[in-house]
């Protein structure tokens, strides 16, 4: 299954993005489901995360207060409202979803990729200061 990123594109510091993950052909609604990113020369790092039941949402210290994640069942879309951007946001964003159903897990455990098996090809974000 191929997770599919897109809203991405150039934005100037402060301003706002909206990106959406889409899964055709399958439904993630009973599933736990993540955003990470990877900026050129770092290493992959965890961003948000929501719950199976959405009933739960984590974030990274860098984007707490910033960033929203949501989904959306009846599109079957997962979302990342990213506002007050700053240049070091700027990276690759990758939405992931986990493969098993309405599965909780203790918070740290959302934050590592290894929880996650099915990855999108990442939508670019860059941030203009």
């Known amino acids: 299954v191929q997770l599919q990123a897109s809203g991405g594109g150039l934005v100037q510091a402060g301003g706002s993005l909206r990106l959406s993950c889409a899964a055709p052909?399958?439904?993630?609604?009973?599933?736990?489901m993540g955003w990470f990113r990877q900026a050129p020369g770092k290493e992959r790092e965890f961003v948000a995360a929501i719950s199976w039941s959405s009933g739960s949402t984590y974030y990274a210290d860098s984007v707490k207060g910033r960033f929203t994640i949501s989904r959306d069942n009846t599109k079957n879309t997962l979302n990342l409202q990213m506002n007050g951007l700053k240049p070091e946001d700027t990276a690759v964003y990758y939405c992931a979803a986990d493969s098993r159903f309405r599965t909780r897990y203790t918070g740290s455990t959302y934050y590592t990729g290894a929880l996650y098996d099915y990855w999108g090809q990442g939508t670019q974000v860059t941030v203009s200061s």
């Open positions: 052909g399958r439904t993630f609604s009973n599933s736990a």
